[in-house]
Structures are given as C-alpha cells and as structure tokens.
C-alpha cells in the first residue's frame, strides 16, 4: 500500500511551520508536499513544468488549501481539481483564516469537501490537525485514481 500523501497549500511560511509543526506533534508521519501558491500547486498535481517527470498516478490523499495566494488563488485551484478527471475526486479541505461568509459559501459550491478556519491559539490548532489527520488520513476511504 502506498503512503498517503498530503499536499499543503499554503503561501504564508508560518503557518507552513505552524501546520507541519501540528502534525509531528499528532505524530502525522505521512509525507507532506508543500505548494507555496496556487500555480504550484496545480502544477505539482498535473505534472507541469518544475514536476513533468512526476508520477501522474501517486495523487495525495488529501489537499489542504489555503483560498488567499498570489498567482493563483485557492478558489481557482478547488475550480480546476474539479474540472479534470484524474482530480475529480480529489478531498480538499479548505484551510484558511478567512472568515468571508462568502469563501464558505463559493468553497463548498466549487466542491470543497470541507472548510475549517484556522484557529489563531496554536493549542486548538493542534487538535484541529490531530482531527483532520485521523478523519482523512485512517478513517476516510479515498476515491479511487481516476484516469485522464
């Protein structure tokens, strides 16, 4: 069985820290791909430029997507995993500190499978990742790889 994957979107690099720093202390082992915008991340899942050599088929489990980046923005990264076949079923949680009724309502339109906001106290944050680790990672059964 391969490692599930995590792929964390996120241009902010202290809560990159924060995140990862989260998840060693929930005992995640599970490998963890930063993207550090929205470009990067798409590129990383479609396997363009700086990742055409990766392997198309080694999906992450899971995407943690923050909405507000440069390039491009999280909603248009939720809009294009969406839009094509190999990432169609993609989970993606939306993780941000947006607090915009709106980011909610346009999140789970585009097909977030969920939307935490970040808590500010690095305590609940803690917990916040120990839930979303156990949920996606050992409970969730993910969606099969489907083919372009």
């Given at each position: 069985?391969?490692?599930?994957?995590?792929?964390?979107?996120?241009?902010?690099?202290?809560?990159?820290?924060?995140?990862?720093?989260?998840?060693?202390?929930?005992?995640?082992?599970?490998?963890?791909?930063?993207?550090?915008?929205?470009?990067?991340?798409?590129?990383?899942?479609?396997c363009r430029g700086a990742y055409e050599k990766r392997d198309r088929n080694d999906v992450p489990t899971v995407v943690l997507l923050d909405l507000n980046m440069p390039k491009v923005g999280g909603l248009e990264v939720?809009?294009?995993?969406?839009?094509?076949?190999?990432?169609?079923?993609?989970?993606?949680?939306?993780?941000?500190?947006?607090?915009?009724?709106?980011?909610?309502?346009?999140?789970?339109?585009?097909?977030?499978?969920?939307?935490?906001?970040?808590?500010?106290?690095?305590?609940?944050?803690?917990?916040?990742?120990?839930?979303?680790?156990?949920?996606?990672?050992?409970?969730?059964?993910?969606?099969?790889?489907?083919?372009?």
């Amino acid at each position: 069985m391969e490692e599930k994957k995590i792929l964390l979107v996120e241009d902010n690099p202290d809560d990159i820290e924060l995140t990862l720093r989260a998840l060693r202390r929930n005992r995640v082992a599970n490998e963890v791909i930063v993207a550090h915008d929205g470009e990067e991340a798409l590129n990383y899942l479609f396997c363009r430029g700086a990742y055409e050599k990766r392997d198309r088929n080694d999906v992450p489990t899971v995407v943690l997507l923050d909405l507000n980046m440069p390039k491009v923005g999280g909603l248009e990264v939720l809009k294009q995993i969406r839009s094509h076949n190999p990432t169609k079923l993609l989970p993606v949680v939306i993780l941000t500190s947006s607090r915009e009724e709106q980011d909610v309502v346009n999140g789970y339109a585009l097909g977030a499978n969920s939307y935490i906001r970040k808590p500010v106290d690095f305590d609940q944050f803690t917990k916040s990742v120990l839930q979303l680790g156990l949920y996606w990672l050992v409970l969730n059964e993910p969606p099969p790889v489907m083919k372009e």
